[in-house]
């Protein structure tokens, strides 16, 4: 069992940065995979980005390429999401996600076996 929890969310204007957090407890962090997801009012739940569990190996999402860095400190069990040069439309709630396969870099929710509670990030035009 795998307990997460993220920080780090809040009001930015557009262009500007934030960086969240997604502390875990439970089993060891570092056996697990870990992904970022976001979900906006009325729509789907997307994929934003996944590290391994070594960190070695990150894969993002089109939309956030160049722009959002994923990143784990397995001493801290924590994972983070840089976000720079954020838009309008990044507004959603991001939510961090674990999976049990360590090497399994999942672009769909299913795979995922914890989830946080999510936290609110809104980009002002």
């Known amino acids: 069992q795998v307990q997460l929890v993220e920080s780090g969310g809040g009001l930015v204007q557009a262009g500007g940065s934030l960086r969240l957090s997604c502390a875990a407890s439970?089993?060891?962090?570092?056996?697990?995979?870990m992904g970022w997801f976001r979900q906006a009012p009325g729509k789907e739940r997307e994929f934003v980005a996944a590290?391994?569990?070594?960190?070695?190996?990150?894969y993002y999402a089109d939309s956030v390429k160049g722009r959002f860095t994923i990143s784990r400190d397995n001493a801290k069990n924590t994972v983070y999401l840089q976000m720079n040069s954020l838009k309008p439309e990044d507004t959603a709630v991001y939510y961090c996600?674990?999976?049990?396969?360590?090497?399994?870099?999942?672009?769909?929710?299913?795979?995922?076996?914890?989830w946080g509670q999510g936290t609110q990030v809104t980009v002002s035009s």
């Open positions: 996600a674990a999976n049990r396969k360590p090497g399994y870099l999942a672009t769909m929710p299913e795979p995922y076996d914890y």
């Open positions: 439970g089993r060891p962090f570092s056996s697990y995979a």
């Open positions: 590290i391994s569990w070594s960190g070695g190996n990150t």
